[in-house]
DNA sequence: CCGAATCCGGAAAGATACTG
DNA sequence: CAGTATCTTTCCGGATTCGG
């Protein structure tokens, strides 16, 4: 990793170069997985098929509005699959792709992670907290 | 957050559970994993001690705000060390702790799958964004 | 039943000036 | 050099409503 490249210094000044080639791909995958109710998702998802009803009855509080650009974000990456049946009672199922279904070693590395950690996080956190008034009145 | 009160008609059914066991810590590092800043920076920091203006140069578009922050939340949870020396003009060094280490494993992880995905999600995004206005013109 | 569009409030990012 | 205080702006997320 280790971009390296500043870029400040380049003499054509005020670039506002945002341009780090090794991980143009990374800051979006970041977004779909620093996302709150993505992950929540994908995990559903992992487990078959699921219709847009059932993904909200088993998503705790997401909202409508943002279930649904939660999906459409994910299908438009290719990590989920949209087949919608044009019967009266208008009906929807969502499905991973392969993308999808490999992300979630992705996302089972970050759960590992995050309970492997979370005691230490949460002591750290409480030991930031008490030591910022720790002396004072 | 607030899930409850959707203030009408709450029918006493439809119980906002909010309590999800498994992924309590799960949230705290998706929010630094999915942060636009902190990964920079411990990639950064991962190579060594750091000192803030240091770090702010290495870091392409931060600013001092942006990067206080990043280090302060970082500091809270317990991956990196602040060290101030009280010298003249003031100096401050930061490094990665124990978590902060192998925080960076579970980063590689992230980075090696973007990589190996970029490509496939550049194209399910083309195709998709083709395919919203396809047929017309 | 699915989902698109709209309105709105609050939180976080961002830039800058200023202080120790 | 390091960090805070202040202001602005941007974006996320929820509620509501209309259409297929």
Do not use: N
């Amino acid at each position: 990793m280790s971009v390296g490249h500043t870029g400040v210094t380049t003499p054509a000044a005020t670039t506002p170069v945002v341009s780090c080639a090794e991980e143009c791909g990374v800051r979006d995958v970041q977004d779909r997985l620093g996302d709150k109710w993505t992950v929540h998702v994908v995990v559903e998802l992992a487990a078959g098929v699921r219709r847009f009803r059932e993904l909200q009855r088993l998503v705790p509080g997401i909202s409508q509005r943002m279930l649904t650009l939660t999906l459409r974000r994910l299908e438009r990456d290719g990590l989920v699959t949209r087949t919608g049946y044009p019967t009266v009672p208008a009906q929807v199922e969502y499905e991973l792709t392969g993308s999808g279904h490999s992300m979630t070693h992705l996302i089972k590395a970050l759960v590992d992670w995050s309970l492997d950690h979370r005691g230490a996080i949460a002591e750290a956190r409480a030991a930031y907290d008490a030591r910022g008034r720790g002396g004072g009145a």
